[in-house]
């Protein structure tokens, strides 16, 4: 969901009675969609309708070239702030995310566009730098870090809840619980007890597609 929005019934005498509000960033299961007085719904697998402009809908990708269809791949759409786990075709999660926001020509703050594999992850790591905006940083124990450019990289945030909208200073934001899902799912895989590992050709990281 992109904003509060609520969940509908088509009444016998074709009039729309809202059922209840679900909340933004609730996941909600469509079956197909269908139009009513000109405008668009999603039908839920309950049976119910949803606004489809009160949605973010994921625009499902083609493996990238080059990978084996049961390889575990991760997708980023900078213009909708959603992210996709894939194995092969096959899509598993999806979530919203916070990417890197414009910043200033002296201090860029938008994140790459590329395609990379995870170099190495952290159960948690440190982060800190200085920028002429923003001054001096330094966040500890930012949980469920996986780096997959230089000092890009994607992890959990426990500081906001902006997810769906650019915030970031360049890496790839997501709610604890997501990160910690993704963590866990894309390779290299951290052994039991290990607090990070870094990817090697015997065990290589997971893809990361950014595009817009």
Same mark, same amino acid.
């Not at 049976?47 to 049961?70: E, N, S, T, Y």
């Given at each position: ?21 679900? =909340?933004? *960033?609730?996941?909600? $299961?469509?079956? =197909?969609?269908?139009?009513?007085? &000109? ?24 493996? +990238?070239? &080059?990978? !084996? +269809?049961?390889?575990?791949?991760? !997708? ?10 894939? =194995? &092969? ?9 916070? @990417?890197? *926001?414009?910043?200033?020509? =002296? $201090?860029?703050?938008?994140?790459? *566009? ?13 982060? $800190?730098?200085?920028?002429?905006? !923003? ?5 500890? $124990? ?6 997959? @450019? ?13 997810? &769906? ?12 619980? !997501? ?26 990281? @997971? ?6």
């Amino acid at each position: 969901m992109s904003k509060d929005t609520k969940l509908l019934q088509l009444t016998a005498d074709d009039k729309l009675r809202a059922t209840k509000t679900v =909340e933004r *960033r609730t996941f909600l $299961d469509l079956t =197909e969609e269908t139009e009513i007085a &000109g405008r668009a719904y999603m039908i839920t697998a309950d049976g119910l309708l949803v606004r489809k402009d009160h949605l973010l809908i994921p625009d499902l990708q083609a493996l +990238p070239k &080059g990978l !084996d +269809p049961w390889e575990r791949w991760i !997708d980023v759409s900078v213009s909708q702030q959603m992210l996709v786990a894939y =194995e &092969g075709t096959r899509p598993v999660y999806v979530t919203l995310v916070s @990417s890197g *926001r414009k910043g200033t020509k =002296e $201090d860029p703050y938008e994140t790459p *566009r590329g395609r990379w594999r995870i170099y190495s992850k952290h159960v948690s790591t440190t982060m $800190d730098g200085s920028s002429a905006t !923003d001054g001096n940083y330094s966040i500890q $124990d930012v949980p469920w870090t996986m780096f997959f @450019s230089g000092s890009y990289a994607l992890h959990g945030a426990f500081w906001h809840r902006s997810f &769906g909208a650019v915030r970031s200073h360049g890496c790839v934001n997501l709610g604890p619980s !997501d990160a910690r899902w993704l963590f866990h799912w894309a390779t290299p895989l951290l052994p039991e007890g290990w607090h990070g590992v870094n990817a090697t050709d015997e065990s290589p990281g @997971s893809t990361v597609v950014v595009r817009d």
